[in-house]
């Protein structure tokens, strides 16, 4: 997701490019209805993007059926405002200027990292493939928690990779604190950390 944040502090005149995390395919998205529990996380995103490196941050909120992602400037402002709801999609910038991507890249990254749902059941030690959403996924896990997943998605014959890394683990039911997203061929990584997750309950 810092790829578009990546873009916010990076002058809007600098080249053409793709869109590092994501490569040229989106896939289906995970359904807001298909997205357990309500809360709001407070993010902070370390990225290193063709020789570049930031940090920024993010707040991603889940609450009433609607799945917000807030990217902020450096200064704490609003850049970027995405909301889904089921799998419908809309995008506010606040940004003067045009994308160089489409900014739906961002939530498809938030999406793998933390909303595909996880293998079940849990393996102690070891690898499986796995499909979800037409991508290819294939699970590293190592003392009862996940460590890695890899997404390919193979278009017109060239396959695209992603690999997200959860140093701490994860399960299921335990959502990751930290995770990293790299794409070697983009010269991309990205270090996510969740600051804090608020349990939240819809009002009506």
């Known amino acids: 997701m810092v790829v578009t944040i990546a873009l916010a502090v990076v002058p809007a005149c600098s080249t053409t490019r793709p869109a590092p995390s994501t490569g040229a395919s989106l896939t289906p998205l995970v359904s807001t209805a298909e997205i357990p529990g309500e809360f709001l996380m407070q993010q902070r995103l370390s990225f290193h993007w063709q020789h570049r490196e930031g940090q920024a941050d993010a707040v991603v909120q889940m609450v009433c059926g609607e799945l917000t992602v807030l990217l902020l400037t450096p200064f704490g402002t609003p850049a970027v405002v995405i909301r889904q709801r089921d ?10 200027g ?24 849990a393996l102690t030690e070891g690898r499986r493939q796995l499909e979800y959403g037409g991508e290819s ?8 928690r996940l460590v890695e997943r890899s997404f390919t998605t193979e278009q017109g014959g060239a396959q695209s990779r992603i690999v997200v890394g959860y140093p701490d683990g994860a399960t299921r039911s ?20 969740t600051l804090s997750r608020v349990e939240l309950t819809c009002p009506h």
Do not use: C
């Not at 160089?100 to 059941?121: A, C, K, W």
């Not at 996924?137 to 009862?144: D, M, R, Y």
């Not at 335990?174 to 950390?193: F, G, K, N, Q, S």
């Open 87 to 96: 799998r419908n999609v809309e995008i506010e910038s606040k940004l003067p």
């Open 98 to 121: 045009m994308w160089t991507f489409p900014p739906e890249y961002v939530l498809h990254d938030v999406q793998r990292t933390f909303f595909v749902p996880i293998g079940d059941p």
């Open 137 to 144: 996924i294939e699970e590293a896990w190592a003392g009862g």
């Open 174 to 193: 335990e959502p990751p604190r930290t995770a990293t997203i790299d794409a070697p061929h983009w010269d991309y990584r990205l270090e996510v950390t």
